[in-house]
């Protein structure tokens, strides 16, 4: 009796709960705030009565926006096929032999920066001569201004190219570890000689010791050899350069007190802690880069050709730029004065008659007979 009326009492109250409106009308709004909440998913055949109007616009957008994947795809796959090899492959920023296979004809500031020209010594290394070349210090380092280097390396060009233009011998000069190189392309480029050993102590003051066993060549305005300069070459001195460039100034200092001896003109690189007054024209930069030194080394290279170059296309014309030397003039004034007496000789002994008669000295004759000998030698 007492379990008949807890299970009747308890099934009632079931069979209520189940058929109670309430619990629908909650059901449902569980279900639409679920789907407002929750991430939009594709459209589905939902009737449109249980939908709101922005409910409706957003599974629209969905809906295009599902419309635009293959052509997305078809875009990715391009671009990527494109740029699947980007950030693969490297490649050098800086080749140290591209400044001397290609030099260029001048330095911009930015490559003068990019070479590390501006660089220069600790503060306690500073030479105070060079005040003037200092833009400023940074971190216990003098920096040198880019301005005047750039200044300083086109007049350099300038005398390099004027010294070339007029015939004359320049020495490139490089005796550091690296330097090798750039002394020989630049000497290769002016049509001039290159050091890239220790320079021998004496080698201008007392040349007549040290460089007599150099070959000497007389050449015209071409550069082509000339004949008939055999005696004067084994009595002339040796040759001493008409311009010095030198790129590391502090280790060659002996070769530049005979320049100054001599009365040779000189360019060199002038470090912070370098004198400048040692050298005539200085380019003041960093002597320790090699990248700054390659750079300096092929602008005055390339000064030196355009030099070469204009004194080529003059002389095609009959402009000579340069003048003979004094003791070749003299040499072949002495020639031709030496050759014009012995046709005047040999005249004279063609006007004389058979049997050992007496001379006959005629002027007339005479002067006749060397005109056409010196005609037939080309004197």
């Not at 007049?155 to 233009?165: G, L």
């Not at 290769?188 to 102590?201: N, R």
């Not at 002597?287 to 004194?311: K, Y």
Request: contains cysteine.
């Amino acid at each position: 009796m007492i379990i008949r009326n807890i299970g009747l009492r308890h099934g009632r109250q079931v069979i209520a709960a189940s058929a109670s409106p309430s619990c629908c009308v909650r059901a449902l709004s569980t279900s639409a705030a679920k789907s407002a909440t929750t991430t939009p998913r594709a459209p589905t055949n939902v009737p449109s009565f249980f939908t709101t109007p922005e409910q409706r616009a957003r599974q629209e957008a969905i809906k295009a926006e599902i419309d635009k994947v293959p052509d997305n795809f078809k875009e990715f796959r391009s671009i990527q096929k494109k740029t699947v090899k980007m950030g693969g492959e490297t490649h050098p920023r800086h080749l140290p032999d591209e400044m001397l296979k290609y030099p260029p004809h001048d330095a911009t500031l930015e490559m003068l920066m990019a070479a590390q020209a501006h660089m220069g010594h600790n503060t306690s290394l500073w030479n105070p001569a060079n005040q003037r070349y200092i833009y400023g210090v940074r971190e216990g380092i003098h920096i040198i201004a880019l301005e005047t280097i750039a200044a300083h390396l086109r007049r350099a060009a300038k005398v390099v190219e004027e010294v070339a233009y007029h015939g004359g011998l320049i020495l490139f000069v490089g005796t550091r570890k690296g330097q090798t190189p750039i002394v020989v392309r630049a000497a290769e480029l002016a049509g001039g000689c290159h050091l890239f050993q220790q320079w021998t102590p004496g080698t201008i003051t007392n040349r007549d010791q040290i460089l007599a066993q150099g070959k000497l060549r007389m050449v015209d305005e071409l550069d082509r050899d000339v004949p008939g300069f055999d005696d004067h070459i084994q009595d002339c001195r040796p040759v001493i350069p008409d311009l010095v460039v030198c790129l590391n100034p502090l280790e060659n200092y002996p070769m530049l007190h005979e320049c100054g001896l001599a009365n040779v003109p000189t360019i060199g690189i002038i470090d912070t802690n370098a004198d400048p007054t040692w050298v005539t024209y200085q380019i003041p930069a960093n002597d320790d880069s090699l990248r700054a030194m390659a750079l300096i080394g092929a602008v005055l290279g390339r000064a030196g050709q355009r030099g070469q170059e204009r004194r080529y296309a003059d002389a095609e014309e009959g402009i000579i730029s340069w003048e003979t030397p004094s003791e070749v003039r003299r040499f072949v004034q002495n020639t031709l004065a030496a050759k014009a007496q012995e046709k005047k000789d040999q005249a004279r002994e063609s006007l004389e008659p058979d049997g050992g008669r007496e001379m006959i000295e005629s002027d007339a004759d005479i002067k006749k007979a060397i005109k056409e000998l010196t005609e037939e030698e080309g004197l």
